[in-house]
Structures are given as structure tokens and as C-alpha cells.
């Protein structure tokens, strides 16, 4: 099963620029998270730091008992082997073929044959569904085929949490649909915690288990999949409907005069953006028929209800509807 990532109190500022502050949260082990936010609100920044790669000032990120923040650089180099990341492009080594750069984690940090190297290069290789390709070099493929060989470089060492930064950028829809499936199939598989950061709204709905939304300096919200689709907050609606109405404006933040002014606009008819106004959830996707049962789910329902009380009216209706949830 996944590891648990605690993170409390963190803080991490550029020089003067503040860019979160005492954030919060807990990725429960084996779950698929997300965390949105407009741009430039320090999503990556925040993954970076979960793995070490950037230093809050402040705060704790505790992963298996350990808390990297105050760790030796021995204990940060041996929890980082727990991570498998996949970052935007899938940072592939532009000279090298896909069996190599899938190869190349396993050789710069394992002593295992090259028998055995080829079988987990292959196996991971038609996990993610490009068998035949490992020859190609990826400058010869597709952005979604590069993606998907970032992924299976991501998985080669077993991780036990997997931070995906974007994976829809660059992509079409109907390809971010089928690399979020892979996700599903994959958390399906292994039981890996995952953590995507993303601002795509169908990837949001219909993917994770718990959703995060930073939005001035600070993480707005936290938790199940049902708080967030159904918070009546204005920065997570008007964000979970790609609307102009709302506090987000075009340099993230708005003034009182231009939220009156865009209001009297869409008041007069003026389209608002954003194609649809969903209300409530939409169904969250399964793994693929004939994929291992997911275990989150069970795990997830099992949480969700000892802390159903606590969440707010709307949540709790939505949950109580789901017949999903009343079968387990
Ligand atoms: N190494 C760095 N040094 C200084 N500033 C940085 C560094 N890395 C990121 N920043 C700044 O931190 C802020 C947040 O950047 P980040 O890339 O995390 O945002 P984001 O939410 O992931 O945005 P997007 O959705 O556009 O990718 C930006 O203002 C960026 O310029």
C-alpha cells in the first residue's frame, strides 16, 4: 500500500515573494489526490518541495515517520526512492530510446542485471501500453506517448507515491482521458498514493479521490471529492466551471470594482465562459474492467464515513446519495 504524506504549517517564499503559507494537509495513503489552483500559485512549487527538491522555511512533511524537512541527506535520499514523478514533458533524455531512458533509474540506482533490467523495462513499458516502442527516441513520438514513457520511467523503482505535475498539458482531451485512466489502472495496480496537480476541470471531477485548491498564498480547501464539487466557496466554483464571474481574475486576483463590473456584465447577457454550469458530481471513473479492484476505494468510504459528521450539509447529501458508496 501507498505512504501517507502529513504536511503541516508549510510555508515557502521566494526571497520576498510569499508563495503559500501554512499549508495542510494529509494525502492519504493508497488514494489518488489532486491539487488545483490558477496559475502561478505555487502547484509545482509545493511538489517540488514534497520530495525535497525546493525548502519551505517552515512547516513538516512527514512521509513514513520521517520529516524531510528537518531529515539527514542520507534519510532524504533514501525516502525520495519512495517517489516516482512524472513531470510535465516527461523530462526524457533527448538522445536516448525509450528503453533507456526507461532503463536509466534502475541502472543509476540499482545493482540488478541487464536480464532483469529488460524484463521491468518491458513490463512497464506495456503497463503504460507502449510495447514496440522502446527503440523510438522522443523527438519520434507523440506528446501523449512521451508522457506515457515518463510514466513508466516514474514506475521502474516501485514507488510508493507518485506526483504527476500537468499531465494534461500539451495533451488533447480525449488523450488526457486516457492518461488519467492510466492512473486509475496503475493506482489499481500497485496501490500507490498519488498526487496530481492540475488546472483541468474534467480531470478534477472525475478522477480523484480528494481534491485540494490553493488560491492566494494559502490552500482554500482540502478534502473528499464530494466538499469540493459541491462547495457553494466562489474561488472553487467559479475554478470547477471555468467561469470569469468569480474572485480569479486574469493576474489571479481581482478588486471589488472589477467583480461588480464583470457581474453587470454577465447581468446584461454577456457570456461568462465556461460551456457548462455543473451542479453537484459527476461519477468519478473506475479502473478499467478487468484491473484489480481498487482498494482506495474501500479504505476512502471506510474514512469518508468516520468523518461524514464533520463535512458540510451539501458533501453529506451527495455521499449518502452515491450508491457506490452504500454497496461496500
Ligand atoms: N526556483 C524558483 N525561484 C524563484 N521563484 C520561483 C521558483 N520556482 C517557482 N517560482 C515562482 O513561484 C511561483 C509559483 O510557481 P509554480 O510554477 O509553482 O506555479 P503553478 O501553480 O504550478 O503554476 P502553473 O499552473 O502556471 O504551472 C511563480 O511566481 C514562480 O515564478
Given at each position: 500500500m501507498g505512504i501517507e504524506v502529513v504536511v503541516e504549517n508549510l510555508s515557502k517564499s521566494f526571497g520576498s515573494q510569499n508563495i503559500w503559507r501554512n499549508v495542510s494537509l494529509t494525502l492519504p495513503a493508497g488514494e489518488v489526490s489532486a491539487l488545483l489552483g490558477p496559475s502561478g500559485t505555487g502547484k509545482s512549487v509545493f511538489l517540488k518541495a514534497l520530495i525535497g527538491l525546493l525548502r519551505p522555511e517552515r512547516g513538516s512533511i512527514w512521509i513514513d515517520g520521517t520529516d524531510i524537512m528537518t531529515c539527514t541527506p542520507k534519510e532524504l535520499y533514501e525516502i525520495r526512492k519512495m517517489f516516482g514523478v512524472l513531470f510535465q514533458d516527461g523530462?526524457?533524455?533527448?538522445?536516448?530510446?525509450l528503453y533507456d531512458n526507461v532503463a536509466f533509474p534502475l541502472r543509476e540506482h540499482t545493482k540488478k542485471s541487464e536480464a532483469e533490467i529488460r524484463r521491468i523495462v518491458m513490463e512497464k513499458l506495456e503497463l503504460v501500453g507502449l510495447?514496440?516502442?522502446?527503440?523510438?527516441?522522443?523527438?519520434?513520438?507523440s506528446g501523449g506517448m512521451r508522457k506515457r514513457a515518463g510514466l513508466a520511467r516514474a514506475l521502474v523503482l516501485d514507488p510508493q507515491i507518485i506526483l504527476v505535475d500537468e499531465p494534461d498539458s500539451g495533451l488533447d482531451p480525449v488523450r488526457t482521458t486516457y492518461i488519467s485512466q492510466l492512473f486509475l489502472d496503475i493506482n489499481a495496480q500497485i496501490d500507490a498514493t498519488f498526487l496530481i496537480v492540475t488546472h483541468n476541470i474534467n480531470l478534477a471531477r472525475t478522477v480523484p479521490d480528494n481534491i485540494g485548491m490553493l488560491f492566494r498564498r494559502e490552500l482554500t480547501m482540502f478534502g473528499p471529492r464530494e466538499v469540493l464539487l459541491t462547495s457553494e466557496e466562489p474561488v472553487v466554483e467559479q475554478f470547477l466551471n471555468g467561469r470569469m464571474i468569480g474572485p480569479i481574475g486574469m493576474s489571479e486576483e481581482k478588486d471589488e470594482a472589477q467583480m461588480a463590473h464583470e457581474q453587470a456584465l454577465a447581468d446584461a447577457g454577456h457570456h461568462a465562459g465556461g460551456v457548462d454550469n455543473i451542479e453537484g458530481i459527476v461519477p468519478q471513473l473506475q479502473a478499467t474492467p478487468g484491473m484489480p479492484f481498487r482498494q482506495a476505494v474501500r479504505r476512502r468510504q471506510e474514512r469518508v464515513r468516520t468523518i461524514l459528521p464533520s463535512l458540510p450539509a451539501r458533501a453529506q447529501a451527495a455521499i449518502l446519495a452515491d450508491d457506490a458508496f452504500a454497496q461496500l
Open positions: 523530462a526524457l533524455f533527448g538522445s536516448m530510446d510495447q514496440g516502442a522502446d527503440g523510438k527516441l522522443p523527438g519520434e513520438i
